[in-house]
Every structure is written in C-alpha cells, then in structure tokens.
C-alpha cells in the first residue's frame, strides 16, 4: 500500500491474491463515473476475481485517462449510453456523484444489466424506493460497495470466527469510522449535502452494514441519531460528526460514531475499528494500523474463554465477497450479499440521517 493510499481515504484501493471464479472474457464490466477513488478498489476486486474491465467513461477525460493507466484494458466510451447498450458488458460498476448512483443503476438494471456502486447508493428515499421496485421487476442486482467490510481482511476473519462460535452469541456491535478531510482535495460536491447526502449516510452506511451482518439480524431500527459540524463552518451545509444507537431485530444492540477528524499525525487516513461483543467474549478489529505499534493493518484482537489471541491477517484471507458476487449475476444466487441487506442498510442510514438531532 502506496504512502498516499494509506494517507487518504479516497485513494484508498486494497489490493488482493488473483483468485478467478469465471474464464478469462466471461464477465464483463463497464464504468461508468470515476468521481470518486474507491472505484480503483471496485476494479481491482473484481480483476482479481477474474473479471475484465472492458469499456469506461466518465465526462472528464482527465480521469479517463488516470483510471487507464491503472486498467490499460478499459476501451474509452463515447458516452455511457454506448455501455449501458453494449449487449457484452454484464456489470456496470460506478463511483458518480452520489445523487446520481441511483438513477444510473435503475438505468443499468433496466438495460438488462447488473449494478455495483459505490457507497451510498442513494440520498433519497424516494431513490431507494425506485430502484427496490427495479431490481424486483428485473431481476437484476443493485450491488454496493460497503469496503469497510467487504475489502477489510480483519473483517472477513472476524466472521468466520463468529461463525466457529469463538465468542458465542453476539449480543453488542460498535464501530468507529473516523475518516481525514483533506478539504484542498475534495470537489464542491463533496460538501452539498444535496448530493452527499450527508455524514450518517455517506459514512454511516458503512457501520450500520457491519451491525447488521455482525449481529445476524435481518432488520434494524434507528434508536436515537445525532450529527453536528463542530469545526468546518466554512462549509455550512457539511456535517464533520455523527452517530446512532441501532436495535436490531434479533436482540442485539448497536452503535457508531464517524466522524472527518482524523489528525495529521496519523499515518494512515483513519483509525478504523470494531468491536464485537459476545456472551462468551470479544472481537476487536483495528482495520488500518495498530496505532503507534504497527503501521499495518489487518489486525483482529480476541479475547474469550481460552485465552487472549492477535491475529494479523493482512495478506492471509482475502477478500470472497468479488468473486461470489461474480457468480452471483451469473447464476442469479445470493451468495455475496442479499438485495434486501443491501437495501435495507441504505433505508437505515438515510433514516438515521432524516430523524438526526442537530448537536449545535
């Protein structure tokens, strides 16, 4: 991982083993929207998965020609209509603005193709709405790349842990999303709450996917929700704060904090970190670095019964969800992620956002 990548969290692209799960040409994806970094992690999880990316566009060739340094094999569109209508793409992946991944993935799911954005997929409820409709109608799917989890080696051995009973039921998650701003390098958009849709659904959309799937729950339910902008009054309609108590429907409770403080000092862009309790113990991961001790991260801290355990995982587990995700469009399974946990955790973070108490 370059310095910047570890720096920045919008550069942020996680590099994985080749592990394909389909023949070389099989599956082919088109991108459409280079607005923000995380698309170079989209592509490269699914490169590794076996995936080609075939075709690009984005209205600032600028971009077009950064994202085909790094993916040579990607032919420039004429326009995003030439992918959408391209009877070989099977996969549209997108890192637009915000306010407009919604309307591009029912577009997509339209054409007959499947969908995988970036986080979030939408500021509306309206939006979200519409494309639930879509992908019922269709059949198709409306993928999202929630990386704090999914792109997270920590997270995905932390699962399987949960899964062997290490630290038996689960009955607390809370996880921390502290992210750096670095205002000089963001676009305006960035600060329109119109069309980031603002910080408990921007950021917080990633904690509320790791409580729900942590705790086994099907559904969840916004307690309380607060943001505040304590700091950066220079952008009025920015939001640098916020967390949420979530009750989910199988028992389990949940919280989380995000914030945009994240000081210079640290090496990486934020201190990423989840704790999952247990009746029998409890998990911590310190996704990014272990703080003044390794600059690596990947670290997952267990304690229960037995004893006290460190894993460092970096390099060791991979990252599954590209590859089932690839099978999952071609065989019309579930196995990545199901439509409805999609969904809902976008609901619950846009109504988190919607019923939030303003701090100031």
Request: glycine residues 10%; aromatic residues 10%; negative net charge.
């Amino acid at each position: 991982m370059s310095p910047l990548t570890r720096k920045e969290g919008f550069s942020h692209a996680p590099r994985g083993k080749y592990a394909p799960v389909c023949a070389k040409g099989e599956f082919l994806v088109g991108v459409i929207g280079l607005e923000h970094g995380h698309i170079y992690g989209m592509c490269n999880g699914l490169i590794e998965a076996g995936a080609t990316v075939a075709m690009v566009w984005d209205p600032d060739q600028a971009k077009v020609e950064a994202f085909r340094r790094q993916f040579p094999e990607a032919v420039p569109a004429r326009c995003e209509e030439e992918i959408l209508e391209s009877k070989a793409i099977k996969l549209i992946a997108s890192a637009a603005i915000p306010d407009q991944r919604g309307k591009l993935g029912i577009e997509a799911m339209l054409h007959g193709k499947d969908y995988f954005c970036d986080k979030p997929p939408f500021v509306s409820l309206q939006e979200l709405q519409e494309a639930r409709e879509v992908a019922q109608k269709t059949g198709r799917k409306f993928a999202v790349y929630y990386s704090e989890r999914i792109h997270v080696e920590a997270a995905v051995y932390a699962e399987e842990l949960i899964r062997q009973g290490a630290i038996g039921r689960v009955i607390h998650v809370m996880g921390w999303g502290p992210h750096r701003l670095s205002p000089e390098k963001r676009p305006s958009w960035f600060f329109d709450k119109k069309r980031y849709g603002g910080i408990l659904v921007d950021l917080g959309c990633h904690q509320i996917e790791q409580i729900l799937y942590f705790s086994g729950a099907r559904r969840g339910e916004i307690v309380c929700s607060r943001v505040a902008n304590y700091y950066h009054r220079e952008y009025p309609d920015f939001e640098d704060y916020g967390d949420a108590m979530v009750s989910c429907d199988n028992g389990v409770a949940g919280y989380f904090r995000v914030d945009w403080f994240t000081p210079d000092g640290l090496s990486n862009w934020g201190d990423g970190r989840l704790i999952i309790l247990g009746t029998d113990g409890y998990i911590e991961l310190r996704k990014y670095l272990d703080v003044a001790s390794d600059p690596e991260g990947d670290h997952v801290i267990m304690v229960n019964h037995e004893g006290e355990y460190h894993y460092k995982v970096a390099g060791k587990i991979g990252y599954p969800f590209f590859g089932r995700l690839i099978r999952d469009c071609l065989e019309g399974t579930e196995n990545a992620m199901s439509q409805e946990h999609t969904f809902h955790v976008a609901e619950l973070a846009l109504i988190a956002q919607e019923k939030a108490i303003r701090l100031e």
